[in-house]
Structures are given as C-alpha cells and as structure tokens.
C-alpha cells in the first residue's frame, strides 16, 4: 500500500510564496501522473495542476504564471511551488498519485492534505 505524506503548507501573506511537497512511500513501478487538487470550505475540489509520466504540466486557469508543479522521480515526491499567493489559494491542497506498484495494479493513491492560508 503505497502512502503519500505532504508536507510545506502553512500561513502567508498575500504575495508570499510557498512550497509544498509530497512523497510516496512505496517505489512506484509505473507513474502515470501526479496531481496537486485543492478544496475550499464551501468549494468542491478543483484541480491544480498536472505533470505526466512524460512531464508534460497543465495548470488551472487560476494559478498560471503563479504556480509549477515538479517531481523527482528517484525520491518519489512531487512538489508544487506556489508564488504571489492570494487570499482566494487558501484551501486544503491534496497531492495525488496515478501509479502501479510491484504488486498492485494502477490505481489512485491520495495525500492527507495541507493546509494553506492567505491573510490579506
């Protein structure tokens, strides 16, 4: 079973910059994707940001230009670094991961989550 622990999350102001990061505990056979989603109280989920097995990047209309995602695959953790933040980023960010392992076939795997805030 593979586990995803987060970690970067925290209290900024607006304009700051955060990074987070997330590493899978299990050696991944086969990566498919990472992603990075987030939910808002009140909000449904919304996808961030994308990489490929291929790294290729996709991002959300609202955090282009401000957010990049990236991975290092020999540490198994992906990152998502987050500059001139705003109110409206505060959420819980959840990492993602579309992979298969030695023993299990492809599935998604899911992060706890951390929490970031904007103060205005």
């Known amino acids: 079973q593979v586990q995803l622990a987060e970690s970067g999350g925290g209290l900024v102001q607006t304009g700051g910059s955060l990074r987070l990061s997330c590493t899978a505990s299990?050696?991944?056979?086969?990566?498919?994707?990472w992603n990075w989603y987030r939910q808002a109280p009140g909000n449904q989920r919304e996808l961030v940001a994308t990489?490929?097995?291929?790294?290729?990047?996709n991002y959300a209309d609202s955090v282009k230009g401000r957010f990049t995602i990236s991975r290092d695959n020999t540490k198994n953790t992906v990152y998502l670094q987050m500059n001139s933040l705003k109110p409206e980023d505060t959420a819980v960010y959840l990492c993602?991961?579309?992979?298969?392992?030695?023993?299990?076939?492809?599935?998604?795997?899911w992060g706890q989550g951390t929490q970031v805030t904007v103060s205005s």
């Open positions: 990489i490929t097995d291929g790294g290729s990047t």
């Open positions: 993602n991961l579309d992979a298969a392992t030695t023993w299990v076939p492809r599935r998604d795997y």
């Open positions: 299990r050696n991944i056979v086969r990566l498919y994707g």
